[in-house]
């Protein structure tokens, strides 16, 4: 890792204009930062985004504003389209979840989503990550809004370590003390510059940086906008510990041979299928008979897949 000499370890105004700055120069051109992207595009992109790299998002997210482009289009089409719709982004429940949510804002809020972060929360399947990305991105809300990257940014920049460690209720207000306090961003100080950025700039910006600079294994202190105030290359940039490594990799999931790597497998063979297929199709798509039925049957039991009365399985209705 490139370690650069560096002066003050604590972030400052100047340090988050010139995060701010940074971003406006080199922040991805994502589809849904584009102006008049609705509060569901957001809310969209943000559920389809977790876990799984935006590259592979992106296009998706555009056919789907394209088909489903409000709450009430996507809450109108069946579960098997949305689930087909889907596709290998992972995790499937988030689909079917996001189906209940659109049903939800048509119910509650008139088919618009909702602004407040509590109203948000209050959704199906919207944690609080999701609901303070939705009120922040789309409607301005001076709130935290903390993910993986984030974290990892807050503990480097603001205290010295290289690793995020686990989320923790606490990282909501550490990361709030970065932005403004209400009606104090956008006055001038000084140097004739604003004293602070406004919330919703420092949070993507927060964000950008560790997606594309202060990444989880190589980071680019280089091109680091905030490196003259990193708590970290001020120490000197330590690496982590043989127990922080340990817990680190504790912690990431594996995937090859696992229960999710059965189930991926059977529901791609369900999203495939224009009719109801016998048990044998999904027989062949892994050995261990025991994982397989288990998988099977979880997906049953998570609304998935439908047996009929005839034996054969399906996506639901």
């Keep these: 890792m490139n370690c650069p ?22 922040g991805r051109d994502l589809p849904w930062r584009a102006s008049g992207t609705s509060a569901w595009g957001v809310l969209l992109s ?36 949305v689930l087909r719709a889907w596709g290998r982004l992972g995790y499937p429940r988030r689909a079917l979840r996001l189906h209940e949510c659109a ?4 119910e509650r809020h008139g088919g618009e989503a909702p602004a407040d972060v509590a109203e948000l929360e209050d959704l199906p399947g919207i944690g609080t990550y999701t609901a303070r990305a939705v009120a922040c991105f789309h409607f ?23 690793l995020p460690g686990p989320a923790r209720a606490a990282d909501l207000r550490k990361v709030a003390a970065l932005l403004p306090a209400d009606g104090e961003d956008g006055e001038d100080g000084e140097d004739g510059e604003r004293e602070l950025p406004a919330g919703p700039e420092i949070s993507v910006a927060l964000m950008e940086l560790g997606a594309l600079v202060c990444t989880a294994s190589s980071p680019d202190c280089d091109i680091c906008p905030v490196r003259p ?26 995937f090859a041979g696992t229960d999710r790597q059965v189930r991926g497998k059977i529901m791609a063979v369900l999203r495939a299928a224009e009719h109801p297929v016998d048990k044998a199709e999904i027989d062949a798509v892994w050995p261990d008979a025991a994982q397989r039925s288990r998988c ?3 997906l049953i039991e998570d609304g998935l897949a439908e047996q009929d009365a005839s034996g054969r399985f399906h996506l639901p209705a």
């Design 229 to 254: 105030w990193c708590a970290w290359v001020a120490a000197g940039c330590p690496e982590p510990s043989a127990e922080e490594l340990a817990g680190a990799k504790k912690r990431v999931q594996k």
């Design 103 to 106: 049903a939800a804002i048509v």
């Design 5 to 26: 000499d560096t002066t003050s370890p604590t972030p400052d105004p100047a340090a988050l204009r010139a995060l701010v700055g940074w971003f406006a120069a080199n």
């Design 46 to 81: 943000e559920v389809m985004s977790q876990q799984t790299p935006v590259a592979r998002v992106a296009p998706i997210w555009r056919e789907w504003m394209g088909r489903w482009p409000t709450p009430e289009d996507f809450a109108d089409a069946s579960r098997a389209e």
């Design 296 to 298: 099977l049957f979880s």
């Design 140 to 162: 301005g809300a001076n709130v935290p809004v903390v993910d993986t990257n984030v974290r990892r940014v807050h503990r480097r920049l603001v205290e010295g370590a290289f």
